[in-house]
T-cell receptor, first 112, second 112 residues
Framework: DAMVIQNPRYQVTQFGKPVTLSCSQT?????MYWYQQKSSQAPKLLFH???????NEADTPDNFQSRRPNTSFCFLDIRSPGLGDAAMYLC???????????FGPGTRLTVT | GQNIDQPTEMTATEGAIVQINCTYQ??????LFWYQQHAGEAPTFLSY????GLEEKGRFSSFLSRSKGYSYLLLKELQMKDSASYLC?????????????FGQGTELSVKP
């Protein structure tokens, strides 16, 4: 089945230790999004790629970076995780801007 | 500014009907989505409205009034598995990569 895959589902990292979360998709969608969702809060868009074009949200901290080496994969890099970065990180894709978004299962990040 | 309001939580009885309201004030509007999110899982798409009126899809219906900045999600013949968070999301402007602004979600508990 075509889908959005996120690995790992659970990630534990230490305060200040760089961590990378990965997302892959078999939908061949042009747009890939990264959201941060904290408990009982709305998903918050961090950035998205439209093909190779990177679009950063104005309020996304510099600590968060992203890479999209090809259509299928997109990575979220947190350079120096703080305790406040503990959250669920959701990857989503859409066929084109404005179309329905398909979400992956998320990676729950714990910072110790 | 961007603001999307939903009730924080609702309780309903199995077999009943429940209506979850959403009001929005956004700088632009190009469609409204409803997503269902079970605890610890990714949001899944339920419905999409861009024109005024009612969209029906099985047990789920969604209504939009653009002039009032208002939508609701109607769930009929409630089942226990419908216990989840329901997220209202507005697509702000098409040329921003289809950016979705999410509400905080309404936690629905279905009781026997």
């Amino acid at each position: 089945d075509a889908m959005v895959i996120q690995n790992p589902r659970y990630q534990v990292t230490q305060f200040g230790k760089p961590v990378t979360l990965s997302c892959s998709q078999t939908l061949n969608h042009n747009v890939m999004y990264w959201y941060q969702q904290k408990s009982s809060q709305a998903p918050k868009l961090l950035f998205h790629y439209y093909d190779k074009d990177f679009n950063n949200e104005a309020d996304t901290p510099d600590n968060f970076q992203s890479r999209r080496p090809n259509t299928s994969f997109c990575f979220l890099d947190i350079r120096s995780p703080g305790l406040g970065d503990a959250a669920m990180y959701l990857c989503a894709t859409s066929r084109a801007p404005g179309y329905e978004q398909y979400f992956g299962p998320g990676t729950r990040l714990t910072v110790t | 500014g961007q603001n999307i309001d939903q009730p924080t939580e609702m309780t309903a009885t199995e077999g009943a009907i429940v209506q979850i309201n959403c009001t929005y004030q956004t700088s632009g509007f190009n469609g409204l989505f409803w997503y269902q999110q079970h605890a610890g899982e990714a949001p899944t798409f339920l419905s999409y409205n861009v024109l005024d009126g009612l969209e029906e899809k099985g047990r789920f219906s969604s209504f939009l009034s653009r002039s009032k900045g208002y939508s609701y999600l109607l769930l009929k013949e409630l089942q226990m598995k419908d216990s989840a968070s329901y997220l209202c999301a507005v697509r702000d402007q098409y040329n921003q990569g289809g950016k979705l602004i999410f509400g905080q979600g309404t936690e629905l508990s279905v009781k026997p």
